[in-house]
């Protein structure tokens, strides 16, 4: 009983590995970034990119 609860971090951590060094991390921060404008998230933060975004159309029209 205790070598199973033994082995299954083990495994555990095992495959946690695995999964880290097969993944293809520059592809995901390519897909990644292109979700980010100026540091905003296009989703997570569509409210301040309106504001900027309202603002400098104001700034256009002074």
Not at 24 to 39: A, C, H, L, M, P
């Amino acid at each position: 009983m205790i070598a199973v609860l033994i082995l299954i971090p083990v495994v555990g951590f095992a495959l946690f590995t695995l999964v880290c060094y097969e993944t293809d991390w520059k592809t995901i921060d390519e897909q990644n970034r292109q979700f980010y404008v100026d540091g905003y998230h296009i989703y997570y933060d569509r409210k301040i990119l309106k504001q900027k975004e309202v603002e400098q159309l104001k700034s256009k029209l002074e």
